[in-house]
């Protein structure tokens, strides 16, 4: 079976050998099976679906930031110690003595940085070095591609028309001669375009292309002054660099103000060398601008209180001995420093983290400057401003022409391309705005000075179509009428309709948010008597709806973790429409007007002729129906860094609970931020990370994953789905991690089915499945004791002695010790579910006051293993402690893969409060029986134990049933009802509340006297779950035409339950 939206098809949970109706998963993915149709007109078509897939890699190398090695030709490294891939090396980690990568990864991912972004309609590449030429050099059709053969974006993009889409512009500035320009990427950084992830989804993904310049035609920036571009002196003491000077920066920047600019640097290619900047007066110190109140007159006069901060004197800043990273000051709410060293200085979102200091009390002196500051305004025009490092310098756009920029948006059906410039006064001319393909020319032009300052692209494409057409009818936006009780803005340029959210919907502070809930209805209506009429949706809550400024308001804690749901006006029921969140909250540096703090619920639907559809869109905060809710949606990192795709998990509001770096952009792990729940409306400290497949191929050399297909189909409130799907840079294992999380009211835990699949042949010199604690993102990692075994039994139970964070020394990896106790590729025994253990955290901060950033601990819960290796079965997890980390792996007898090898996987990722933590916990979440039990049990490990201990199995009786997973519950309704009902039964309890998908629905909709009944052992009738029904949540599965509904129940504390889903079972 498939499943699109929702939950997956083949569960997130074990399914038992020994149950009849059990039906093995033969693959994860949700590809559209031959035979399958699109059933219900008004619902989005399984062509409309968007993907956003980078080919060769996580992006490309200049995209990426810390635990990546260099990239170039795999054989360049060391073969000596830890790298020597020998029969008596069999613990490879993939690293040196040091810690330092034993070999490069190939460059691939920088040959060819191509990202693809099709639906079955439309199509785009994107080329970010412009190498083939140009930035978009394939754009066409895809309306005759056959996707239910489950084509690859490898394949979708080789099948896709060449294409060549340009900005030039023909300008005349102040006395030069007339020079016809082209927008591509900066040449003085890396040559490179950078690409922000604005939305993304299966709705709609929207990408800003950035890191332009107007070049010649010799490939030059257009210089304004030719003053600024005098030969720039290196500084003579030839230091490498990284970055560029800056106060309090890393130690791989600049480090002197005179020589300031990082000229060269290439990630993981060379270092760069530090220059002068010509257009800063290397001289001439400063403490304001040409013109204005000189200042510089009272500098601090004494060594010991030498930094004027805030018109005072402070002593110099003394570094955190312990060197944490960090991107906030002492109580922020992501990466803060601790309470000594309060300041995080230096941090540059997507460049690199900052370091902790504390910078001292002021003396008392006032001043106006640092000591030893010579002059005050700046002296000449020629250099008028004085710059953050008190340097006289050119003002920037008396040099350079301002940088252009695209932006390209992409729904199911069509493509939207825009180009932006500024004006530098004193230019005139036009711009021409270009698209070749399909052996057509689409092109647009605009006078230079124009108001607008952009040229607008539609294109549009159909099912059977192999051409693409330019729709200058705004995406058919005249057949609809649009009505709702705030603003809407119709956006003939994207073709799309936008609904603000009204201001008077309640938001979220910071403690406890409760039973908020908002509702926003929405009339559309298509006038066409003729023709259906695709609708491209989006629900936004502040920020810009056009291009007129950059987003400002805050909105409340609610953006961590909310929902919106789309019912029926009339019905309140749900429609089932899939909807996906992209949300925003960085501010930070950078002048996109997409930072900010702004949230959008995106949905595409078509309207049959002369159709009105009354809509309303329910927001759901903290709780849902009186539960916590589940959130998982992408957050945009727009105004924090480049490095494209982030996503945030969350159980009601407050603060993320679980946040996924799917590409490993910034770190290389997967999982990141991972915080406990502790129901008192305040953000947690981090416990995170984790990671998937980690595999390096028999030379020594991490072959990364590549095609990432980020998938949310999803994001709640009774269980999210997300799907990630992957394959390794070599082409041998294909990875499949499908992630999901209920609504419930005790603790954090995220659901995860694994699946890897070799393609291929191939021998690896280290391979990991699965770490929980990743070995280049691990918080916080202060757990007192490992304890894990099988059920009721114990295997292991041993003091954490070895701490290791992220530094990956041999005896910090497979060779580390923990009190004597040596764990490397060892078979758990037993059978399962297994449980692992990692706690209590001894991190010193204690709950109290404004004390709240508290850690917690962890726990993984493996309910069920299942791989062949060579024909030989495997039921059996093996596992690796990695000093203060768990790996799971293959078993140690296994040094290869033969295709079609197999490992598959479901587990439960725990988050739990500490002991100290706990009564707390229950305290703010009284109601819940499964926090009353786990409040019983005193230790960490007993409370993990209890989540493998207590297991349900769930079978059916009716005729054409069947059980999929057990937990959650996924169960397939019969293909025909008969009396409209079908029965199963739990056997078992079950901690939490557990989610139950009822599968292979006609409708969605549940009539009057209708849906979920129980009846426990010992009872002699069903009764209605009323409270479970009303709060349910509906998906429509594109691939199938059919629907499922999610409920989430409490599992009662007898041998067995029996439920009967549709009418009154006690009638029949």
Sequence with gaps: ??????????????????????????????????????????????????????????????????????????????????????????????????????????????????????????????????????????????????????????????????????????????????????????????????????????????????????????????????????????????????????????????????YPICVGFREGIGWGKCKEDPLVKTDENCSANFGEPSGGNNPCDTTNFPECRSDQCFPKPVEDPSKPRCDQNYGGGSNPCGRKYTSCVGHQPGVQWGKCYDTGSPNGEVCDSDYGTIGGSCKTQAF????????????????????????????????????????????SGTVQFEAEMDFKTVTHTADYESNTRRINMLLTGQEGASTLYEDTGGGGLDNLQVTTSWAVTKRRDFGDVVVMAPKSIPTCDYSPCRAKFAKVDVTVANSNVSESQTVRLTLRRSGAVTYDGTPTSRIGAEITGMNVMVLDKNTQQPIGIPIHISKNWHDGKGSSIYRGTWWTANLLFHLPPRYTLDLTFAIVYEQFKGIPAFSHAQLSIVGYSTMWLWEEAALGTGGENFVMDPQGSHTRAVITDVRPKLFDGQWKQNVGGGDFLLYFDAAGSLQYKKELDAQLFANGPCLSDALYTSVSLDNAIKSEVRIGGGRTDDLVRMFFHIKYTAMKDTNFSRLAFFQMGGETYNYHATFSRFVFGNRNSTSHDFERSCTAGTQKKSSQMYNSENSGEKVYRETLPGEGPWWLAMGPNTDALKYGGKDTMVVGDRGLIIRSYTSSFGSVAYDSPSVSILCDKIELGPPSEVSMLKKGDVVEMKLEMLVLPRQEEFALTFENSPNSKSLEYLNTLTTTWQRVQAQAIFDILVTSDSPGARVESHYPVRIFAPPILGDGSFGFKITGQALGFVPIVICDLDSVGIPPGHGLWERPLGDSVYTLMTDVVDARQGNYVRSSGKYELVFNIETANVEYTEYSFGPNPNLT
């Design 384 to 427: 008028p401003i004085c710059n953050e490092n008190s340097k006289c310098s050119k003002d920037p756009s008396t040099c350079y022409l301002e940088p252009p920029w695209f932006d390209v948006t992409m729904w199911g059906d069509s493509i939207a391309l825009h180009f932006h410039w500024a004006v530098t006064p004193g230019c």
């Design 1 to 258: 079976s498939s499943s699109t939206t929702g939950v997956p098809s083949s569960a997130l949970s074990e399914v038992p050998s020994s149950s009849a109706t059990d039906v093995p998963s033969s693959t994860l993915s949700d590809t559209p099976t031959s035979g399958k149709t699109d059933v219900d007109p008004i619902q989005p078509k399984w062509r409309d679906e968007v993907h956003a897939v980078w080919l060769n890699g996580p992006g490309h190398s200049q995209q990426l930031s810390g635990g990546w090695p260099g990239f170039g030709s795999p054989s360049d490294g060391s073969n000596r110690g830890e790298c020597n891939l020998t029969d008596e090396n069999v613990r490879y980690t993939g690293y040196n003595v040091n810690g330092g990568f034993c070999k490069k990864a190939s460059d691939s991912l920088d040959v060819e940085p191509y990202l693809v972004i099709y639906s079955g309609i439309v199509g785009v590449v994107l080329d970010a070095s412009a190498g083939s030429g140009s930035l978009f050099p394939k754009l066409g059709s895809t309306g005759m591609l056959p996707f239910l053969e489950g084509l690859s974006a490898g394949e979708v993009s080789s099948n896709l028309a060449k294409s060549d889409v340009t900005a030039t512009t023909t300008l005349k500035c102040h006395d030069k001669s007339a020079v016809v320009l082209t927008a591509k990427p900066n040449p003085d950084n890396g040559s490179t375009a950078e690409f922000g992830l604005v939305r993304q989804g299966h709705a709609v993904t929207h990408v800003t292309v950035d890191n332009l310049k107007w070049l010649t035609e010799r490939g030059e920036e257009f210089v304004l002054d030719d003053a600024c571009i005098a030969e720039a002196e290196e500084n003579p003491d030839r230091a490498n660099c990284k970055g560029n000077y800056m106060k309090g920066g890393s130690e791989r920047s600049c480090q002197d103000s005179d």
